[in-house]
């Protein structure tokens, strides 16, 4: 009860908190950064004239290509889409199955999530899951933040998330709302666990003001033993003038069909980092 009652007060203060004044924190450097002109522009002018009578590597002839080059090209080729192939070999994902969704996991005789059938066999063809948390970086900036997903059996979905960001910086309350809003493709499906990316866009709002960016997500929800739930998560983007990271990473326990859980969560803004404890509450749908 002493733990609830703290999550109780977190959320009350972010918010109802005091009035949000912009403040020289963590928060107020996010604001630059993100006002900032993009720091890709302002290139060396004389680039252009010089690149121009620069030797490619490509110029020679194919027929001329040293074999080592080919082989490491082709082993960096493997790492590099080894975060697509690699799930779907371990899940025996052949793309000639459907999935059932059951109301949650572990949930009757699912030994994990998904139930993969034939098409004919499918009672569910949508499913969702909406999660909210809260959490702090151990100083003075706390955070609230929400998730809605929305997924078929045809392997694509809508991810969106948002989170909103108070500090007390310097005796002064500041605050922002960032989110994301992602369609997704569920590439790599099992019982024991889900694979996804996607595409779209991130956002911030700060007291009437909005910018936006470039967003590429990745992510799985793994199912390694019953009740328990292990979900991770990356987005890299942009948003106005700063590059976005963000990693997050929790694990929970199924009751019925809600999941509580803790992890952490890190976001980097431009090189303005924010890691943060957190622990919520998933309903599964």
Do not use: C
Request: zero cysteines; glycine letters at 12%.
């Amino acid at each position: 009860m002493a733990a609830l009652r703290r999550t109780a007060i977190v959320a009350t203060v972010l918010l109802l908190g005091a009035p949000v004044a912009h403040a020289d924190g963590i928060l107020g450097r996010i604001r630059g950064e993100v006002n900032e002109p993009s720091h890709g522009d302002g290139g060396d002018s004389d680039g252009g004239s010089s690149g121009s009578s620069s030797t490619s590597p490509f110029d020679d002839d194919e027929d001329d290509a040293d074999p080592f080059v080919e082989l490491i090209g082709g082993v960096l080729a493997g790492i590099v889409s080894s975060p697509i192939t690699l799930p779907i070999v371990i899940l025996d994902d052949e793309y000639d199955r459907v999935p059932d969704f059951p109301d949650a996991p572990w949930l009757g005789n699912s030994d994990g999530y998904l139930r993969m059938t034939a098409p004919t066999d499918v009672s569910r063809t949508w499913a969702g899951q909406l999660s909210f948390d809260t959490g702090g970086n151990f100083d003075d900036l706390y955070s609230l933040n929400g998730r809605l997903l929305l997924e078929h059996q045809n392997r694509w979905g809508l991810d969106t998330s948002w989170s909103h960001l108070r500090e007390n910086a310097a005796g002064k309350w500041d605050g922002l709302t960032l989110g994301d809003a992602n369609v997704v493709f569920r590439f790599a499906q099992g019982e024991a666990a889900q694979f996804y990316t996607g595409i779209g866009l991130n956002w911030l709002t700060d007291a009437g003001d909005f910018d936006a960016g470039f967003n590429f997500t990745y992510g799985a929800d793994l199912f390694p033993t019953k009740p328990l739930v292990l979900s991770s998560s990356i987005d890299l983007g942009h948003l106005g003038g700063a590059t976005l990271f963000r990693s997050r990473t929790t694990i929970g326990a199924m009751i019925d069909r809600f999941e509580i859980y803790s992890g952490f969560d890190y976001l980097n803004v431009e090189g303005v980092d924010i890691p943060t404890g957190i622990a919520g509450l998933r309903l599964w749908y």
